[in-house]
């Protein structure tokens, strides 16, 4: 049984105090690596001082989005018209990911534009899934896909864990793995145990939240101990990334961790 380790995603926890010293407030709170969608807005370098003077390690970051409410918000990776700006972003994302140490890059799906078919998006996306694990190729870094829920994410060009999982399969798995986000899981698949179990040897990272609000786990209505038992039992050795909305304080809510790892 392997010893879960769980990491904090800086967009979403530590949002009391602003970005750059969320860093020192994740190690003093006990986490020893971080994630975060987007750095490009920070110096690739000084994000790197800021993980090693806080003892920190870097697990994931995003490929580049638009601003919320514009065509890119949840990526570009679908939309036909915009494989020079992916490709862009996808090389950004690499060279980020090597300057921060980050093992993981993912790669953001996209929403399917209202003029283009599905089957064009996805033949698209799957296209630019390929172009990307050629790019990785030698980097030290593996590209994540994830499919993310229909409430939050209208229109995702993913609609279900099987449908990422046969993207990996078709582009290939030495380079691109799953991102298994178990809140996108519950609210448009459910089942969660046996959807792990069915993907584990695809599944690279994990993120976690409670629906309906997206707070901490044990906040909602899945049942966390029964997960997170399977998750150990599995063998499973990576990050499970804490990307939630904290219900009241960063700090004061994190308690579920202990609670829910030790029933």
């Known amino acids: 049984m392997s010893t879960l380790r769980f990491d904090a995603n800086l967009k979403w926890l530590f949002t009391e105090v602003p970005f750059e010293e969320r860093f020192d407030a994740a190690a003093a709170a006990g986490f020893t ?17 800021r993980l090693d003077d806080a003892g920190l390690a870097q697990v994931l970051i995003n490929t580049p989005m638009g601003a919320p409410g514009t065509p890119t918000r949840s ?4 939309i036909p018209g915009l494989v020079g700006e992916y490709r862009d972003g996808v090389e950004r994302g690499l060279e980020y990911a090597a300057a921060l140490g980050s093992r993981f890059l993912h790669v953001v799906g996209g929403i399917v534009p209202d003029d283009v078919s599905r089957d064009r998006a996805f ?3 799957v296209a630019n899934i390929a172009w990307a694990a050629e790019r990785a190729k030698g980097t030290g870094v593996r590209l994540l896909l994830e499919a993310q829920n229909k409430r939050d994410a209208p ?3 993913l609609e279900s864990q099987a449908q990422a999982a046969a993207v ?7 380079h691109v793995g799953l991102l298994l986000d178990f809140y996108h899981v519950q ?7 046996r959807t792990f179990e069915r993907f584990q040897d695809q599944v690279f990272h ?4 409670d629906p309906p609000s997206r707070h901490e786990p044990g906040t909602g209505e899945i049942g966390w101990p029964a997960v997170f038992r399977a998750v150990a039992g599995s063998g499973y050795d990576g990050w499970i990334g804490c990307e939630y909305r904290p219900a009241t304080e960063t700090v004061a809510g ?8 030790e029933q």
């Open 187 to 193: 609210i448009d698949e459910g089942d969660l145990i």
């Open 33 to 49: 690596a971080v994630e975060y969608a987007s750095p490009y807005e920070y110096d690739a370098a000084a994000l790197r001082k």
């Open 155 to 157: 229109n995702f060009v």
């Open 168 to 174: 990996v399969d078709a582009v290939g798995e030495d």
């Open 206 to 209: 994990i993120q976690v939240a």
């Open 254 to 261: 994190l308690g579920w961790i202990r609670e829910v790892t």
């Open 75 to 78: 990526g570009l990776a679908c």
């Open 123 to 125: 033949a698209r996306y």
